[in-house]
């Protein structure tokens, strides 16, 4: 079985610019995840999708970061305009369901914001 | 939310010992993951453990969900064992604790 694929493993950007990564759940899964993850801190929640729907998005910069997943598969999470402090791994994660079930990650994207 | 500890923060072993774990978490859950970070930033599943005990080669893991704890057992440790652990416990979110960073040395 196919994991959680996400491209693309290594971005560097300068501060202004915009980045956008993508994410390819497992197959079936209805809930996606996407995790923000500072050096020497846990991953952060930045949004949560159930289907194509948003669970919840109360810790997503809203003026600067976006995601969809628009046919409920998979997403793409962009950052415009970037600055310093968004250089972090960008973790996908996806489950069978919302709720309780185990959660699968992708490999991440390091983003280094220069 | 849910709050979620874990301890120590951090560890330093040598290879073969063993060593325990612990993830404390404020509610009542259903479920808990136990994840390894490698070096690379992946986080690898260990075990998704709601209660009891299971185990997978030298390490295992047990959760008393009535006491609202969960501990991760390595047992002869090696290198490769390095990384940083963290527990996580599903509810509207999936929350994480702050993870203990293991070093296994030679």
């Known amino acids: 079985e196919a994991g959680v694929a996400q491209s693309p493993r290594y971005k560097i950007i300068e501060k202004r610019q915009s980045v956008a990564f993508w994410c390819n759940p497992i197959?079936?899964?209805?809930?996606l995840y996407w995790y923000q993850q500072i050096l020497g801190q846990g991953p952060k929640l930045l949004i949560q999708?159930?289907?194509?729907?948003?669970?919840?998005d109360s810790q997503l910069p809203k003026d600067r970061f976006s995601a969809e997943r628009l046919k409920g598969v998979d997403s793409t999470l962009k950052i415009q305009p970037a600055k310093l402090e968004d250089s972090a791994v960008y973790l996908c994660?996806?489950?069978?369901?919302?709720?309780?079930?185990?959660?699968?990650f992708g490999q991440g994207t390091r983003l280094t914001v220069v | 939310g849910i709050q979620v500890e874990q301890s120590p923060p951090d560890l330093i072993l040598q290879e073969g010992a063993n060593s325990t774990l612990r993830c404390n978490f404020s509610d009542s859950v259903n479920n808990l993951q136990w994840f390894h970070q490698n070096p690379w930033g992946q986080l690898i599943n260990l075990f998704y453990i709601p209660s009891g005990t299971k185990q997978n080669g030298r390490l295992s893991a047990t959760t008393v969900a009535t006491e609202r704890y969960s501990l991760l057992y390595i047992s002869s440790s090696q290198t490769t064992d390095s990384g940083v652990y963290f527990c996580?416990?599903?509810?509207?979110?999936?929350?994480f604790g702050t993870g203990t960073s293991l070093t296994v040395i030679p």
């Open positions: 994660a996806s489950s069978f369901k919302w709720g309780g079930t185990e959660a699968f």
């Open positions: 197959s079936g899964h209805a809930t």
């Open positions: 999708f159930q289907n194509n729907g948003v669970v919840d």
């Open positions: 996580a416990v599903p509810g509207n979110q999936f929350y």
